[in-house]
């Protein structure tokens, strides 16, 4: 069962100068599954398109690109420019997790208390002390401005946050990025067990060594020039002869 497909999506930027336009795809024919209750990365150079395949998967490309092919989250076929139904999926359909995670939360606020909106909005079975809970937080985090959590802290916050809906989809784009070795295969755990609760869990990474340390790996999809060149089970992945791939993976292969 996929959680999310994205079927021959090709995405279209319309770089206008002046009265000069200039149409750039910037997604070429992707073609994407991402399985539920299985992690799947997403890996390629930087600029090659990771970005804008997590853009398309939230309805959040930029307005006014033109697009092909076909969105499908949860089983359901969805237009990029729908906004009315991407925000009824926003949340409890589809949650993301941000690369900079203490700038997602208003400074002046406590955590707790931005939780307990996300909860009432998404109508979540959870309170902001359970969702902390599952992310192994410390009880008083709830009562802490994001100013004063650790970058490990403020990154399970925003999981918890991205969860409070329980999602079948669930999108981290760089999550370990900022973070030392201890806090990062922290974070690989708790995607693991979102993925271990059903949800298709699509990470962007160039923590790739870290990630295969954490054993929650199922699937890495290879990405480059706008267009996904393969996906395969990870076995598959760190086994294959493409020297691309050997490359965005080679530093876990000597």
């Known amino acids: 069962m996929s959680a999310a497909r994205l079927t021959g999506l090709t995405v279209g930027i319309d770089l206008r100068r002046g009265r000069a336009s200039a149409v750039v795809d910037v997604l070429d024919d992707v073609h994407l599954d991402i399985p539920a209750g299985r992690v ?21 490309l930029p307005p006014g690109s033109r697009v092909h092919g076909t969105v499908h989250v949860g089983g359901r ?4 420019d729908d906004e009315r139904a991407w925000r009824a999926l926003r949340g409890r359909h589809v949650g993301s997790v941000p690369q900079s995670a203490a700038t997602s939360f208003t400074p002046v606020r406590t955590v707790g208390s931005q939780l307990a909106e996300i909860c ?19 009880a008083g985090v709830v009562d802490r401005y994001p100013h004063e959590l650790s970058g ?20 981290a ?10 806090n990062a295969a922290v974070i690989w755990r708790l995607l693991g067990d979102a993925a271990s609760d059903g949800a ?13 340390r954490a054993q929650v790996c199922d699937e890495v999809a290879v990405m480059a020039r706008g267009t996904v060149l393969s996906q395969a089970p990870l076995s598959d992945a760190l ?3 493409d020297p691309y791939t050997q490359a965005l993976l080679g530093t876990v292969l000597v």
């Open 40 to 60: 799947t990365a997403l890996v390629g150079e930087s600029g090659c398109g990771k970005s804008l395949v997590a853009a398309a998967l939230s309805g959040l």
């Open 77 to 80: 076929q969805v237009r990029c």
């Open 120 to 138: 009432a909005r998404l109508r979540s079975d959870r309170t902001p002390e359970h969702l902390c809970a599952a992310m192994a937080l410390p």
């Open 152 to 171: 490990g802290m403020a990154q399970r916050v925003a999981i918890a946050a991205a969860l409070a809906g329980r999602p079948g989809l669930l999108i």
């Open 173 to 182: 784009d760089e999550p370990t990025s900022a973070l030392d070795p201890d």
């Open 200 to 212: 298709g869990v699509l990470v962007i990474t160039h923590d790739m060594p870290s990630l295969l």
């Open 239 to 241: 086994g294959s002869p």
